[in-house]
């Protein structure tokens, strides 16, 4: 069984850049042919995509992100990464992990999601 | 972007009814759309892909329908557990979108 559990702070100030990690159990984060992607949802609100990632460091980003945003992935530690610089009260959302299945020729679903992290923006 | 509007936002009714939410995609996805259920305090989890597919381990009464830009999940015998929010997303094209929403509560 795949586990994803995500790590990082909890209270970022405004300006500054929330890095998260997401380690992943129970599988190699080589195998097959998942991406791993970001997901958020402010408090009461619905979820945004953030972006996804290969193992060989292949990223697609959110374009509503992306100058702000990078992702890495470290297959040694079986874990991979989320930073988002620039930050504002906006970026406050609860952030989710989650493996992203392809299927045939779409880009997939999302079937192994962490339990998700809160992260708040404020000084 | 493609944009998916769910309907309706909320939803009441009652264990053992029949329910549907709707799903409309801003443009042609095919079948590439996924549902989830989310519990509060709960990470979203996947029910249906592709349109129609169960995901391992859903319930028979759940089931999904649809092609191009209308998707409809169906709940057939609601019981407790199934009070929750339920979510779509395109998998057609990048960025990943979901639908806002809809919150499915007794009545």
């Known amino acids: 069984q795949v586990h994803l559990q995500e790590s990082g702070p909890g209270l970022v100030k405004p300006s500054q850049t929330l890095s998260l990690t997401c380690t992943v159990s129970?599988?190699?984060?080589?195998?097959?042919?998942?991406?791993w992607t970001w997901i958020r949802q402010p408090a009461g609100k619905g979820l945004e995509w953030i972006g996804r990632i290969f193992t060989s460091g292949t990223t697609n980003y959110n374009p509503s992100l992306k100058s702000r945003l990078s992702m890495s992935v470290d297959t040694s530690k079986n874990q991979f990464s989320l930073k988002l610089s620039s930050v504002t009260a906006a970026d406050t959302a609860l952030y989710y992990c989650?493996?992203?299945?392809?299927?045939?020729?779409?880009?997939?679903?999302?079937?192994?999601w962490g339990q998700g992290t809160l992260v708040t923006v404020s000084s | 972007d493609i944009q998916m509007t769910q309907s309706p936002s909320s939803l009441s009714a009652s264990v053992g009814d029949r329910v549907t939410i709707t799903c409309r995609a801003s443009?042609?996805?095919?079948?590439?759309l996924n549902w989830y259920q989310q519990k509060p305090g709960k990470a979203p989890k996947l029910l249906i892909y592709a349109a129609s597919s169960l995901h391992s381990g859903v319930p028979s009464r759940f089931s999904g329908s649809g092609s191009g830009t209308d998707f409809t999940l169906t709940i057939s015998g609601l019981l407790p557990e199934d009070f929750a929010a339920y979510y779509c997303q395109q998998s057609y094209s990048i960025p990943l979108t979901f639908g806002q929403g809809t919150k499915l509560e007794i009545k």
């Open positions: 443009q042609s996805i095919d079948n590439y």
């Open positions: 129970g599988g190699s984060i080589s195998s097959g042919t998942y991406y």
């Open positions: 989650a493996r992203l299945t392809p299927w045939e020729y779409s880009y997939g679903f999302n079937d192994y």
